[in-house]
């Protein structure tokens, strides 16, 4: 398929297992899903992006998109998200902040940090797929991602 | 003190003095004439004298001149040769002359003693008058009550007033020659060498000191001095001011501490704010996310067993659902409650009519469908937060649609009330199911609900959130209804400075 050879790499990084399985099959729905890297923490992201400890032998390259949880283990999103933006050879990633919180706070610092997107995950379940569908079609299929990211 | 003086006496009438002089010419020739018959010689040129002196020296010099030239003219007639005649022979002149000089001197003589007589009449008078000022000003000084003395500069008191034995306890005789630091054990807040110089500098010296009273209690005082110096520039003396400001610098501390306690009490409100905030954030992240979950799978387990479930099953699974939307519903509005109390209000002057507009287009898909005639009346400004007011506004509109949502014909008003001068009051006013006024003080309370929620959905957090935001304006809410005759619901804030008020 023409469109599945564009499909950029999704970087999901998300602690619960649950959340990851919803935007998994949500995803899945919409054959997004082949290209979905999760990550549990704000640590193994970074191992992901930096190829290092267990993502130390992967192939290189950089996601097209990374879809970023704020309330993480060991390193937490804003956190990841600082790292990220201050980095020479990662702020290109698109940033996709995904998350339960409505706190402008955060939203404000995640804005602040030069996030690309904030969503904030809706409760109702069809919204959530939706936004879910949204974002992997715009930020994987629709969006050219910068150059080095990695594309199937 | 009145002296009475011959002198000024005589000066108002001219008749009296020159009188005297006459007469005591005349007694004076009388005696003289008589002496003569009896044999007595040469005792005319000292009762001519002894007349010139007394005219002299009670009458002044203009009568005295009047008696030298009768006496020397009655010398001339009646007692040099030749007799009764005006004629002086050469041999009697010197003798005439030397009476006639002796006699100008004499008054010459009488009239400079009289003239110092006078002055120093006139000064000692010039000082009995600056003695009795100088006693009224002190008596002034004693008469007020603040705490006045006078130190030389060895710091021996000199004068001590009423103000200062009041305060200190001392009487002025125990007090004057005695040492003031010493006296009142005067506690300095700086050296006393600096305190010194200071005074010496510019000639008074200002600050707080601690002094003791005569019954061993101690006294704050604001004392002011100020340094005398003679006429040469010596400093002679320090006058001390003093102001008892021992309960002033109670109430300070008081006020101090007052303070303290505050500014303690504020750090820990600000950190069980702190601690509220996080369990906000927890709420709003935490509890959202099992709730997200179990609507995800209770949607996944529908989608994927809808042909295998009977009616009844499936109606389970769409009750699941609405409860969680509910619950996230709920979740969201008691989070926007809580921000309220949380956040700063942060307030300009809104205009009322621009935010009812708002508030109406934000609401506008509750009423599509309806029939509702708006009467939407003047409004004022309004001195608020913005964003809050406006929620206010959108809670009260929408409960008024909500409410009116049985009648065919929905009427809802929103204008001014009579408010008075201080205060605007606004009301929105609906003729929807109403309420039974004996649950009133239930409306404005979280989760109170007057409704079944299969008749009109809702948190029960719209009217406490309208609450709070006014309150945190300084407002009042309050309500009127009628079961099914319709409601209006109030707030008030405090009008704006400088609004016109009609009633």
Redesign the interface.
């Given at each position: 398929m023409e469109s599945m050879n564009k499909l950029g790499r999704i970087l999901m990084v998300e602690d619960d297992p649950k959340d990851v399985e919803l935007t998994l099959t949500a995803l899945e729905e919409y054959n997004l899903a082949n290209e979905v890297v999760v990550t549990r923490d704000g640590e193994q992201a970074l191992d992901y992006l930096h190829c290092r400890g267990e993502y130390k032998t992967r192939s290189g390259g950089n996601p097209a998109v990374m879809l970023l949880d704020l309330k993480l283990p060991k390193v937490d999103g804003l956190e990841v998200l600082k790292q990220i933006k201050s980095d020479g050879e990662l702020r290109m990633i698109p940033v996709v902040v995904l998350t339960s919180s409505k706190e402008e706070k955060d939203m404000v610092a995640s804005y602040k940090l030069g996030v690309n997107a904030y969503v904030v995950k809706p409760v109702d379940f069809h919204e959530f797929v939706n936004a879910i569908k949204e974002l992997g079609v715009f930020w994987a299929v629709i969006n050219e991602p910068p150059p080095g990211s990695v594309r199937k | 003190m009145v002296r009475p003086n011959l002198q000024l006496q005589f000066a108002h009438s001219p008749v009296l003095p020159y009188g005297l002089g006459g007469t005591s010419f005349a007694i004076a020739l009388g005696l003289a004439l008589l002496a003569e018959r009896y044999g007595f010689r040469n005792v005319e040129v000292p009762l001519f004298l002894f007349a010139i002196t007394l005219t002299v020296w009670y009458a002044g010099s203009g009568p005295a001149i009047l008696a030298v030239v009768l006496s020397s003219s009655a010398f001339d007639y009646f007692f040099t040769e030749p007799r009764y005649s005006f004629y002086v022979t050469r041999s009697e002149l010197p003798n005439y002359a030397v009476f006639v000089l002796f006699a100008l001197l004499l008054t010459w003589f009488a009239t400079v003693r009289r003239r110092i007589e006078a002055d120093l009449l006139q000064a000692r008078d010039k000082l009995e008058i600056e003695v009795k000022e100088r006693t009224q000003q002190a008596s002034l000084l004693n008469l007020t009550h603040d705490t006045i003395f006078v130190r030389d500069m060895s710091d021996v008191i000199t004068y001590w007033n009423r103000g200062a034995q009041e305060l200190y306890g001392w009487t002025a005789e125990d007090a004057i020659g005695k040492n003031s630091q010493q006296l009142l054990q005067t506690v300095f807040p700086v050296a006393i060498d600096d305190i010194r110089a200071e005074l010496l500098r510019t000639d008074r010296w200002e600050g707080e000191l601690k002094k003791t009273r005569a019954d061993g209690t101690h006294v704050v005082v604001a004392s002011r001095w100020s340094l005398r110096r003679d006429e040469q520039g010596r400093a002679v003396a320090i006058l001390d001011t003093n102001n008892d400001i021992t309960e002033r610098k109670r109430r300070e501390q008081e006020i101090e501490s007052l303070n303290q306690e505050l500014a303690k009490r504020s750090t820990e409100l600000e950190s069980t704010n702190k601690e509220l905030e996080a369990f906000a954030?927890s709420v709003?992240?935490?509890l959202?996310?099992p709730?997200?979950?179990m609507?995800?799978?209770?949607?996944?387990l529908q989608k994927k067993e809808s042909s295998g479930l009977d009616q009844k099953s499936n109606h389970y699974i769409l009750m699941m659902?609405e409860s969680?939307?509910r619950?996230?519903n709920l979740i969201?509005d008691l989070?926007a409650f809580s921000r309220i109390g949380r956040s700063e209000t942060q307030k300009t002057m809104v205009s009322l009519e621009q935010l009812v507009r708002e508030a109406l287009a934000e609401v506008r898909q509750d009423t599509e469908g309806r029939n509702i005639v708006w009467t939407i009346g003047a409004l004022p400004d309004f001195y608020g937060d913005r964003s809050m007011v406006r929620l206010v506004l959108v809670n009260l509109i929408s409960n008024a649609i909500k409410f009116t949502r049985t009648r065919a014909h929905a009427e809802i008003e929103i204008g001014c009330a009579n408010g008075d001068k201080d205060t605007l009051v606004v009301f929105v006013r609906d003729n929807g199911v109403g309420f039974d006024m004996k649950y009133v003080n239930k409306l404005f309370g979280v989760f109170q609900r007057l409704h079944q929620s299969d008749e009109f959905e809702g948190t029960g957090i719209g009217l406490a959130t309208v609450q709070r935001i006014i309150h945190r304006h300084g407002g009042k809410v309050w309500a009127e209804g009628m079961v099914d005759s319709g409601a209006t619901f109030y707030f008030s804030a405090p009008r704006p400075e400088g609004q016109i008020w009609r009633a």
């Open positions: - | 954030y709003s992240h935490d959202r996310a709730l997200r979950h609507a995800g799978y209770t949607e996944l659902l969680a939307k619950m996230g969201d989070l």
